[in-house]
């Protein structure tokens, strides 16, 4: 049987274990850019490891290593572009090994790394994804409106737009219910900044598909 893979969480366990404010995957829905709340692409690597971009340098507001841009059209969800900062990559995304070719010191520079990551697709559908896709309008903490859809294999199923106040309560709730669940109680974390089991976006998805459902919480 087919296992759909579902994601959503503001911050994910190894995120969570930092506290610089990581930034954001991008996604952009009629001609407008938001900043994402939870890392999809995450799910993809894992069913994909050797697909996730090597070489990469990492920094403290960035510990994925990359920038994900995602697209809404037509009620589905496409990946748009995948980038790593600096110009340490060709156009085809392999790492360049030559030191003096690599602007080592250009770190605000954004390289796509798309070909490397889905090779032969230049938009692919996010058929792979299921479960919540969080994002809102500005840069943290100045985010004023929210928005919760459900995905189902790359579709919009639903979604909710929320003010700050009504999404802070909303996920205080369920990160709440999140460390008091049997599931979470009977983990098995050895700690690891790179443990991603997708436990609590699992949780989360159920959790938040309920609650919307089922309002009086």
Not at 2 to 24: G, Y
Not at 87 to 106: L, M
Not at 119 to 135: H, I, N, Q, R, S
Not at 136 to 164: K, M, N, Q, S, Y
Request: hydrophobic content about 40%.
């Amino acid at each position: 049987m087919k296992t759909l893979l579902a994601f959503s969480c503001a911050l994910f366990v190894a995120p969570l274990l930092r506290a610089t404010v990581q930034t954001p995957d991008r996604i952009l829905r009629d001609g407008q850019k938001y900043s994402l709340l939870n890392y999809p692409l995450e799910y993809y690597f894992a069913q994909h490891p050797d697909r996730r971009p090597q070489g990469v340098v990492l920094s403290s507001d960035l510990w994925r290593g990359y920038i994900a841009t995602f697209e809404i059209k037509d009620k589905q969800v496409f990946v748009k572009d995948i980038a790593v900062r600096g110009s340490f990559w060709d156009e085809e995304g392999d790492v360049i090994d030559k030191v003096e070719e690599a602007a080592a010191d250009d770190m605000d520079t954004e390289t796509s790394v798309m070909k490397k990551t889905f090779p032969g697709a230049d938009a692919p559908k996010a058929g792979w994804m299921t479960g919540m896709l969080e994002f809102a309008e500005g840069e943290w903490p100045r985010h004023e409106h929210f928005f919760l859809l459900e995905i189902l294999e790359g579709d919009v199923a639903w979604e909710r737009a929320l003010t700050r106040r009504e999404y802070l309560d909303f996920s205080d709730k369920r990160s709440k219910a999140f460390w008091e669940s049997d599931a979470y109680k009977a983990r098995k974390y050895d700690g690891s900044l790179d443990v991603f089991d997708g436990l609590q976006e699992n949780f989360n998805h159920a959790y938040t598909t309920n609650f919307f459902a089922n309002p009086v919480q």
